[in-house]
């Protein structure tokens, strides 16, 4: 498979106001993901998209190809992955780029484990999947089994729609959240049907301590620096 791998990065973020190009263990965020992608030796293109020149020019400064701008309505609170990933796509594809698979690298959850990535991509094509995505497993008291929703009437029904409440964790079945570190998905998905998931959606178990860091808020920040100073990083 020729895939892209793809980092998103804008600029004007609230919660941790420059946090894409911010220093964490003296590098800038987004290094993370680009460090990941370039030691998996999976990638002839790694790709930053952004409408924000600061985040642009310390991407090229890292190594990585910054090749369009994005649109300022793809920038906003409100615009959508999805739109983000398939604009990336329409301006390689006019440059002469084409790829089977994009594989979308958050830089918000930069502690990846050694060969996630390779191994993300591998499980895809064993499993035929039109997308793959990185998981952990819910909690035993969280499973959706276990969750009620409410009714305008104060009313509460098991949230998998199911009458009968499982009692005994142990037959509980498995279930899974994704923890944002890595998402891939065939370009045919994306075009034609303008979705991450596709027919057939997989994922990858993934329980290292870092995956339960996704950047958002100050506190998040300071998680993520705690996190580093006692896990080494390897790529």
């Not at 990336?88 to 918000?108: F, I, S």
């Amino acid at each position: 498979m020729k895939l892209l791998a793809l980092i998103p990065a804008r600029g004007g973020s609230k919660g941790v106001p420059g946090k894409n190009i911010r220093l964490l263990g003296g590098k800038p965020l987004l290094w993370y993901s680009y460090e990941a992608a370039r030691t998996s030796g999976l990638f002839s293109e790694i790709v930053l998209s952004t409408e924000d020149k600061s985040i642009a020019d310390v991407g090229k400064k890292i190594g990585m190809m910054v090749p369009f701008n994005r649109p300022a309505d793809l920038a906003s609170d409100s615009a959508k992955s999805i739109d983000v990933v398939n604009h990336a796509l329409t301006c390689m594809e006019e440059m002469g780029y084409h790829y089977d698979a994009v594989v979308l690298l958050q830089p918000t959850s930069p502690f990846r484990r050694k060969n996630l990535i390779a191994d993300t991509a591998l499980l895809m094509q064993e499993r035929a999947a039109d997308s793959i995505v990185s998981v952990r497993k819910v909690p035993h008291q969280y499973n959706p089994h276990w969750v009620f929703e409410a009714t305008d009437d104060y009313t509460l029904h098991i949230a998998t729609g199911e009458q009968e409440l499982i009692f005994q964790r142990q037959n509980l079945p498995e279930a899974y959240y994704r923890d944002g570190q890595i998402y891939i998905t065939k370009t045919e998905v994306l075009r034609s049907h303008n979705t991450f998931i596709g027919n057939k959606l997989t994922y990858i178990l993934n329980e290292n301590a870092g995956s339960t860091i996704n950047i958002d808020t100050l506190k998040d920040w300071q998680a993520a620096e705690q996190y580093i100073l006692h896990h080494p990083i390897e790529f």
